[in-house]
């Protein structure tokens, strides 16, 4: 089956900082997704994004499909972009997960 | 709109009991989805569903079964509870394959 990958595993930073978090995948892939996962463990899909490039706010994303990655950028970081982003493929009728990347926003 | 709803929130388990969570959506998704979070780790696929009356198997469907009788309704039968299901469960639902929405999880515990 197809690998996900996700890095780093963890990121500290300080309020204000930016960062770049980074999904690489093994196979060709119809589509990809990056979620957040608060805290609380409420999961919120950030961006549906097969290819290209969408901006959210302080956030954005590329994808280059036929180089296999994705990634996530987060600029001026709050305490509250704290918790688990999770990039997801979908490889058939479904999306894999990777493992994810945990991110802490100090104050 | 209440997008993707799972119903109990907690609940706890005796080894040997059984139970369903439930999972509705009212965004008229063909796909559903039922996946597992172990702690510290990401999600995995355990059953999912392109529409009413049929299902299939993710990566790890046992211990677990599913009915899709509806368009709406996705519930999640676990037979014969062992410690290893212990997890927080997430149901999800998509047009197509497209963008997901979750639900809020169930949290169980099977002592």
């Known amino acids: 089956g197809i690998q996900v990958e996700q890095s780093p595993p963890d990121l500290i930073l300080q309020e204000g900082a930016n960062s770049t978090l980074r999904c690489n995948f093994s196979d060709s892939v119809n589509n990809l997704q990056w979620f957040h996962q608060n805290p609380w463990g409420q999961l919120i899909n950030l961006f549906y994004?097969?290819?290209g490039t969408k901006q959210n706010g302080r956030l954005s994303a590329t994808t280059v499909a036929t180089e296999r990655y994705s990634l996530l950028y987060i600029s001026s970081s709050q305490t509250t972009d704290s918790g688990v982003y999770f990039c997801?493929?979908?490889?058939?009728?479904?999306?894999?997960f990777g493992p994810g990347t945990r991110l802490s926003v100090l104050p | 709109n209440a997008g993707v709803t799972q119903t109990p929130k907690f609940r706890i388990l005796k080894i040997g009991q059984s139970m369903t969570l439930q999972c509705t959506q009212d965004?008229?998704?063909?796909?559903m989805y039922w996946y597992r979070q172990d702690p510290g780790m990401g999600l995995k696929l355990i059953y999912y569903?392109?529409?009413?009356?049929?299902?299939d198997k993710g990566e790890v469907p046992n211990g677990y079964n599913v009915s899709r009788s509806t368009t709406e309704d996705f519930p999640l039968r676990l037979e014969l509870a062992a410690p290893s299901q212990t997890s927080v469960y997430f149901c999800a639902s998509s047009y197509v394959s497209r963008g997901y929405t979750f639900g809020s999880g169930t949290r169980l515990t099977v002592v």
């Open positions: 997801a493929v979908d490889y058939g009728q479904n999306f894999v």
């Open positions: 965004m008229n998704h063909n796909y």
């Open positions: 569903s392109v529409g009413a009356g049929i299902t």
């Open positions: 994004i097969p290819s």
